[in-house]
C-alpha cells in the first residue's frame, strides 16, 4: 500500500445536484489496485483545524479515460478503508519511543 500526505490540493466537486464544493486533497492511498483519497471542506480560516471531518472517495476512470471521485457505495470496501485511513490520519505519534 502506498501512501501519500497531501496538501494545498483544492478541488472543486459537484454533488447529484449540481452544487458545487470545495474540498482540500488530504490524503491518499492504493488499496487492493484501487487509490482513493480523503477530503476536507475547503476553509482557509479551519485549516489548521484537527476536528475537521473528512470523506473517503474512489478514484474512477469514466468512459473517456477522466479521472472521477466517486462515493464507495460497498459497505464492506468503505469499512475496510475508511479503517485504514483513520489509522493513517490520526495514529498517535510516540515522540518518546527510542
Known amino acids: ?8 490540493e483544492i478541488f472543486t466537486l459537484t454533488d447529484e ?28 480560516e479551519k485549516k ?12 474512477e476512470a469514466d468512459e473517456n479515460g477522466e479521472d472521477l471521485l466517486v462515493t464507495i457505495d460497498d ?3 468503505f469499512e475496510k478503508v475508511a479503517e485504514i485511513f483513520e489509522d493513517m490520519l490520526f495514529d498517535e505519534i510516540d515522540y518518546d519511543a527510542q
Request: cysteine-free; charged content about 35%; glycine content about 6%.
Open 1 to 8: 500500500m502506498a501512501e501519500e500526505f497531501m496538501g494545498d
Open 17 to 44: 445536484e449540481g452544487n458545487e464544493s470545495e474540498f482540500e486533497l488530504i490524503a491518499s492511498q492504493e488499496i487492493d489496485g484501487v487509490t482513493y483519497v480523503a477530503l476536507v471542506p475547503y476553509d482557509p
Open 48 to 59: 489548521d483545524d484537527v476536528e475537521q471531518e473528512y470523506v473517503v472517495l474512489k478514484l
Open 75 to 77: 459497505d464492506d470496501e
